[in-house]
C-alpha cells in the first residue's frame, strides 16, 4: 500500500503562481511513477503531468505545458507540482496519483485550486 498526502492548494488570481505537493508513504521502494491529475465542477478527471521515478522523464498535458513544471525529491518521496502563469480555467480540485510496480494505482484525497479572473 502506499498513502499519499497532498499540500498546497489555494485561491490565486490569474497570473500568479502556486505549488503543490505529494508525500508518498508506505510501499514506496515500488514506485514507477507519480503524477497529477485534475477533475473540474462537471468534467472528467484529467491528466495533467507525471514523473517517471527511476528516470526523472516527465510528461505534461498539452494545456499546462510552459506553465507547470513537475518535480520529484527521491529522498524524501515527494513530488511537487510548480503552476505559474495560472489562468480561471486551471480551477479545479488536483489529485496527486502514484503507480507502482504492482502495478497499482493510488490516490491522493484531492486538494483545491481556485483561480480568480
Known amino acids: 500500500q502506499v498513502q499519499l498526502v497532498e499540500s498546497g492548494g489555494g485561491l490565486v488570481q490569474a497570473g500568479g503562481s502556486l505549488r503543490l505537493s505529494c508525500a508518498a508513504s508506505?510501499?514506496?521502494?515500488?514506485?514507477?511513477?507519480m503524477g497529477w491529475f485534475r477533475q473540474a465542477p462537471g468534467k472528467e478527471r484529467e491528466f495533467v503531468a507525471r514523473i517517471y521515478w527511476s528516470s526523472g522523464i516527465t510528461n505534461y498535458a498539452d494545456s499546462v505545458k510552459g506553465r507547470f513544471t513537475i518535480s520529484r525529491d527521491n529522498a524524501r518521496n515527494t513530488v511537487h507540482l510548480q503552476m505559474s502563469s495560472l489562468k480561471p480555467e486551471d480551477t479545479a480540485v488536483y489529485y496527486c496519483?502514484?503507480?507502482?510496480?504492482?502495478?497499482?494505482?493510488?490516490w491522493g484525497q484531492g486538494t483545491q485550486v481556485t483561480v480568480s479572473s
Open positions: 508506505g510501499r514506496t521502494f515500488s514506485m514507477y511513477s
Open positions: 496519483n502514484a503507480v507502482t510496480y504492482g502495478p497499482d494505482n493510488y
